[in-house]
């Protein structure tokens, strides 16, 4: 079945400084969403990428679809304890699928 | 407008028993799903249903039953419980199916569950 791979499984970062979470896919993906949990919380939906090569900021965060549609990755820059939580990424492999995959998350903690 | 409602948000139970976590939503989302959440894991699709009367299994639907009666309510069913499906649980909906499935799962606040 498919699979969703996400790294670093962990990220320990200084307030201020840049931070990226990367998902790769072992199938070809027609979307990928981007969530994200804060401790105790449950996921909420930041952003879905569906496009080739598909570029989309929202403030500091910039999320990236490959061109392959195989691979996203989430970068925020000069990162801010607000930031602080767990990223998942979650894709679905084709139009025929209900089923939505889930990478196991990349948990960002921020130093102050 | 509340959303996904999970309920409870926290529950005890010893192994063998039975218990349903309840969700409901009042969005008018086609789409519903039941997912858990392991520590390292991520998370895991146990069921899902794309309308009243239609559900399908997931990733790990093993010990799980569901079903969907209304549009609004898709309860999740441990049959045994076991200390394996001590567990975060989750359900989410969203809009649509078909061409419209690639829309913002909605999650609820989640149930915490512990087998003892």
């Known amino acids: 079945g498919q699979q969703v791979m996400q790294i670093p499984q962990y990220q320990h970062v200084q307030e201020g400084e840049d931070f990226t979470t990367y998902c790769n896919s072992s199938?070809?993906?027609?979307?990928i969403q981007w969530y994200k949990q804060r401790p105790g919380g449950h996921p909420v939906f930041l952003i879905q990428?569906?496009?080739?090569?598909e570029v989309k900021k929202q403030k500091r965060l910039t999320f990236q679809f490959g061109e392959a549609k195989k691979n996203s990755s989430l970068h925020i820059t000069a990162t801010q304890t607000t930031d602080v939580g767990t990223y998942f990424c979650?894709?679905?492999?084709?139009?025929?699928?209900?089923?939505?995959?889930f990478g196991k998350g990349t948990k960002l903690s921020v130093i102050p | 407008n509340a959303g996904v409602t999970q309920t409870p948000k926290f529950q005890v139970l010893k192994t063998g028993q039975s218990m349903t976590l309840q969700c409901a939503q009042d969005?008018?989302?086609?789409?519903m799903s039941w997912y858990r959440q392991d520590p390292g894991m991520g998370l895991r699709l146990i069921h899902y249903?794309?309308?009243?009367?239609?559900?399908d299994q997931g990733e790990v639907p093993n010990g799980y039953n569901v079903s969907r009666s209304t549009t609004e309510d898709f309860p999740l069913r441990l049959l045994s419980a076991a200390p394996s499906q001590t567990s975060v649980y989750f359900c989410?909906?969203?809009?649509?199916?078909?061409?419209?499935?690639?829309?913002?799962?909605?999650f609820g606040d989640g149930t915490r569950l512990s087998i003892l």
């Open positions: 989410a909906s969203s809009p649509g199916t078909g061409p419209v499935m690639d829309q913002p799962q909605h």
């Open positions: 199938t070809t993906l027609s979307n």
């Open positions: 990428l569906v496009k080739s090569g």
């Open positions: 979650a894709g679905r492999s084709g139009a025929g699928s209900y089923q939505l995959t």
């Open positions: 969005m008018n989302h086609e789409y």
């Open positions: 249903s794309v309308g009243a009367g239609i559900t």
